[in-house]
């Protein structure tokens, strides 16, 4: 057989695996690895998208919070999986941030991953604790600069939007706001509360029943747009704090390697349950929106979070507590 007609051949026989793995794929259980522990909006998304993969693909689509290390244990377990589809990996916006705070991490969050579907976009909500007597943006900044170091907000940990966030006030605003990081969103919860910690970026809907019941004022949210649980609260932008414009997101990553077979049926199957009216429904309630488009998609807002946050966090020295 000629070389010629041998490369003929492979191409054929590889063609015919990857349609063969195309129309098996899944045939047992898929495991959707949330890196952060239960109850943050990670996992609450995750598990809606899940439940409709479950639906659409006809198999188990399990989510496995596998916490700790601010995102890296369970980011990295992903990496190492096998790279057939039947691990995934459920990413917030922290995972385009991982390598500029952990340079030493054992894997590289875009080259070790494969991109499978981008899935929500979430605005956050600027949130102080009554007893700061702050009823604006614009007081809060005052009471900051009058009284330094006396003002922290808390953060679901290192690099996290929540973090970013509060660091792009803190440089936008010229004033000294401390951060503390917690390990995940039910950590904050009681001491902002308390008022022991008084600030906090985070989901709108998260913070939606504090602010209804006057436990905490809402002072901005982070989006370009207001929030349609929030009307009355302003954007950052509107406030002349463009720099801290900042949006959230969720997408669904691979191990390196991934059949672009299995990729192509997974990323049907995903954006098929973002179109459907009961997830934009239940979506909306926490105050996140589908985002739908090709793998593509993930690359590029991985790519664009990396060098514009990536940047912020090498200005300001950044470094993991």
Not at 91 to 119: G, M, Q, R
Not at 134 to 162: C, H, N, W
Not at 218 to 243: N, Q, Y
């Amino acid at each position: 057989m000629t070389i010629k007609r041998f490369a003929g051949a492979l191409a054929c026989a590889i063609a015919f695996a990857t349609s063969a793995v195309a129309q098996t794929f899944p045939d047992h259980t898929i495991r959707l690895v949330v890196a952060f522990p239960p109850g943050g909006a990670t996992d609450v998304i995750a598990r809606i998208v899940a439940q409709g993969l479950t639906e659409e693909l006809g198999q188990t689509v399990l989510v496995d919070n596998k916490g700790g290390a601010s995102g890296i244990i369970g980011t990295e377990a992903v990496a190492k999986a096998a790279p057939d589809g039947y691990t995934l990996l459920f990413a917030p916006s922290s995972h385009a941030t991982l390598k500029e705070l952990y340079p030493n991490l054992s894997f590289d969050p875009l080259k070790d991953f494969t991109p499978i579907a981008t899935a929500a976009r979430t605005a956050y909500i600027y949130v102080v604790h009554p007893s700061v007597g702050a009823k604006s943006v614009k007081e809060l900044l005052d009471i900051a600069r009058a009284k330094p170091g006396t003002i922290a907000y808390a953060s679901t940990g290192m690099g996290t939007a929540q973090h970013l966030a509060g660091e792009a006030l803190r440089r936008a605003g010229n004033a000294d706001i401390l951060h503390i990081p917690y390990k995940g969103s039910g950590a904050v919860r009681g001491d902002l509360l308390s008022g022991r910690v008084q600030t906090m970026f985070d989901n709108v809907a998260v913070m939606l029943p504090y602010v209804q019941r006057k436990e905490l004022l809402a002072l901005a949210v982070t989006s370009a747009k207001r929030s349609p649980l929030l009307p009355e609260v302003p954007t950052m932008r509107e406030l002349g704090l463009a720099d801290v414009e900042i949006e959230g997101w969720f997408v669904v990553l691979g191990p390196a390697g991934v059949p672009d077979a299995v990729v192509q049926r997974l990323n049907k199957a995903v954006n098929k349950v973002l179109v459907a009216p009961a997830t934009a429904e239940r979506m909306a309630t926490i105050g996140a929106e589908p985002l739908i488009g090709p793998p593509q998609d993930v690359t590029a807002i991985v790519t664009r979070d990396r060098d514009h946050w990536g940047k912020v966090i090498r200005d300001a020295g950044i470094k993991p507590e």
